[in-house]
């Protein structure tokens, strides 16, 4: 079967054209400028982005992924899909090893089913003084050993593991990722500078939530956000829910990593999509209000409430990014970084037909996942 959708505003890293675009097979075969060569979907002008791809994402719509409950992951997979992101990851948060090893083997046959992009291990190899909402009697030293048990427990579907470069054993272990396929991540560190360097030339690639459970940027003392911002080979997660990280600190780290080294997460929890009240993250007890997830004890900040499509909107909005750049940094460089930039991230032809269609306004109008429709434009 193919389908052409028409009279389109088809976003692209390179810019905006109005066009139309042919999917056959769940892949896009054709992309064109103006008028359709023939019938069509006429999309009424309204903008065709590519589907978000989320990194960093802990559940939604009472679903949590740390729990590996499969059901439950699905609702939480379509409540995202419903906002545009068509590729996500499973992130969990620090438990036993024996949890975390049984949840990376339940959410592997999710990941082979093609609902999961890949598991990430956010801890349990993190610092306690950094580790947020995360149970601190949980926390572990790294170890390549146990990494590599857990790795062995997600069937080869574990993409990223989290590490506080600081830690004895985080280099090793930073090293075993790498070796192993594994996206190593600096991140609820409290690292110096040097040590967060250390950390990236071991092999880590990418900055959990940078700026969030970390030291902040100073003149004397720039620890790992400097760092991590300025190494050519490190890509930047940022939450942009108007809660995690002020506007003016979104713009810079823009303007220093650039779109290319840049990706949006929501890093959302269970109480995604379903309004304030009492939830959990893992272990943890939370506490939504106002829409801001906060653990019931000690009032830490315990993941987003946040979905892609809030993100890019802010990212156009509040701090100033062009489509085509809000379109890099919340599809294309987030695929790079999973490895799947030649498949997903941008509007091309060959890659897979995952498209979001955005108002005038960008709420998300309608979405497709390899050619189907998740919800048809209205």
């Known amino acids: 079967m193919s389908l052409t959708l028409a009279d389109a505003r088809i976003v692209t890293p390179e810019g905006v054209h109005e066009g139309w675009l042919t999917i056959e097979d769940g892949r896009i075969t054709h992309v064109g400028h103006g008028s359709a060569p023939g019938p069509g979907l006429s999309v009424g002008g309204r903008h065709v982005v590519p589907g978000f791809v989320d990194i960093h994402n802990h559940g939604g719509a009472g679903g949590s992924f ?8 699905r609702e939480a997979v379509a409540l995202h899909r419903r906002h545009g992101t068509t590729t996500m990851m499973a992130s969990l948060v620090t438990d036993s090893i024996d949890g975390l090893a049984r949840a990376a083997a339940s959410l592997s046959e999710l990941c ?40 062995k427990a997600g069937r080869g579907q574990v993409r990223m593991v989290t590490v506080a470069a600081e830690l004895p054993g985080a280099l090793d272990t930073i090293r075993l990722a790498a070796a192993e396929g594994v996206i190593a991540a ?61 506007p003016a600190m979104l713009r810079l780290a823009y303007e220093v990593a650039g779109p290319g080294r840049t990706a949006l997460i929501t890093d959302a929890m269970s109480a995604t999509g379903l309004g304030d009240g009492d939830y959990v993250l893992g272990p943890m ?15 830490s900040i315990a993941g987003s409430t946040l979905t892609m499509d809030v993100a890019f909107r802010r990212s156009v909005r509040e701090v100033g990014l062009s489509m085509p750049e809000a379109v890099q940094v919340a599809s294309l460089t987030p695929a790079r970084v999973l490895g799947l930039a030649d498949r997903i991230g941008s509007i091309a032809v060959g890659k897979a037909a995952d498209l979001v269609v955005l108002s005038d306004t960008l709420e998300v109008t309608g979405v497709m996942k390899d050619g189907g429709w998740v919800t048809e434009p209205r």
């Open 112 to 151: 082979e089913e093609g609902l999961l992009a890949g598991i990430h291990f956010e801890g349990p190899y993190i610092a306690k003084a950094r580790c947020g909402a995360h149970d601190p009697t949980l926390l572990r030293e790294p170890s390549p050993r146990e990494l590599a048990e857990l790795i």
């Open 186 to 246: 600096v991140g609820h560190s409290d690292a110096d500078y040097e040590q967060t360097l250390a950390g990236v030339e071991a092999g880590a690639s990418v900055a959990t939530h940078l700026y969030n459970a970390m030291p902040p940027l100073g003149h004397r003392a720039p620890g790992p956000v400097a760092a991590l911002l300025e190494d050519e080979r490190v890509t930047v997660e940022l939450i942009n829910d108007g809660v995690h990280v002020h």
């Open 66 to 73: 740390p729990t590996g409950e499969q059901d439950k992951a």
């Open 285 to 299: 007890r939370v506490r939504v209000a106002d829409g801001v997830a906060r653990l019931v004890e000690g009032g």
